[in-house]
């Protein structure tokens, strides 16, 4: 087993630390910060979706950038929640007023025939989605 000196182990602190105790100054570039992630398609996860459930049925989903959404069905009935993005292509929500433990997840790809589909993590089901348009709108 190799030791290091007391000296070495300084020098190291004092090398890496920042002086005065301040934050270290940010890279020449700016502050780092992470990739967006992307929805299945490419594009921002946010948008005006149609998305078609396994039974047939047809929702009108809009998803805002400031992580919330409406989906309306064609019969009219609205759910209001909130969204996220938790890894790449997996796209959560949950309606508003649900507990934290509603969350449904959705893994979204899209297929190599070009559909993108969304599948329930918790269940299997799976719907197709067609992006409407790329903003959202209010």
Same mark, same amino acid.
């Given at each position: 087993?190799?030791?290091?000196?007391?000296?070495?182990? @300084?020098?190291? +602190?004092?090398?890496?630390?920042?002086?005065?105790?301040?934050?270290?100054?940010? %890279?020449?570039? $700016?502050?780092?910060?992470?990739?967006?992630?992307?929805?299945?398609? #490419?594009?921002?996860? %946010?948008?005006?979706?149609? +998305?078609?459930?396994? &039974? $047939?049925?047809?929702?009108?989903?809009? +998803?805002?950038?400031? $992580?919330?959404?409406?989906?309306?069905? *064609?019969?009219?009935?609205?759910? %209001?929640? =909130?969204?996220?993005?938790? #890894?790449?292509? /997996? *796209?959560?929500?949950?309606? @508003?007023?649900?507990?934290?433990?509603?969350?449904?997840?959705?893994?979204?790809?899209? =297929?190599?025939?070009? +559909?993108?589909?969304?599948?329930?993590? &918790?269940?299997?089901? /799976?719907?197709?989605?067609?992006?409407?348009? @790329?903003?959202?709108?209010?």
């Amino acid at each position: 087993m190799r030791f290091l000196s007391p000296l070495v182990v @300084s020098m190291s +602190v004092i090398a890496c630390s920042a002086p005065n105790g301040d934050e270290p100054p940010d %890279h020449e570039y $700016g502050p780092f910060s992470p990739a967006p992630r992307l929805a299945a398609d #490419g594009g921002p996860p %946010h948008g005006l979706f149609e +998305v078609t459930a396994p &039974d $047939g049925q047809v929702y009108r989903e809009n +998803v805002r950038e400031d $992580g919330t959404f409406s989906s309306t069905s *064609f019969d009219g009935e609205v759910v %209001h929640g =909130t969204w996220e993005m938790r #890894g790449e292509g /997996v *796209f959560c929500s949950k309606p @508003s007023g649900a507990p934290d433990h509603v969350w449904r997840c959705k893994d979204e790809v899209v =297929t190599q025939d070009g +559909v993108w589909t969304s599948t329930e993590m &918790d269940g299997g089901e /799976v719907s197709t989605v067609l992006r409407l348009e @790329s903003g959202s709108a209010p």
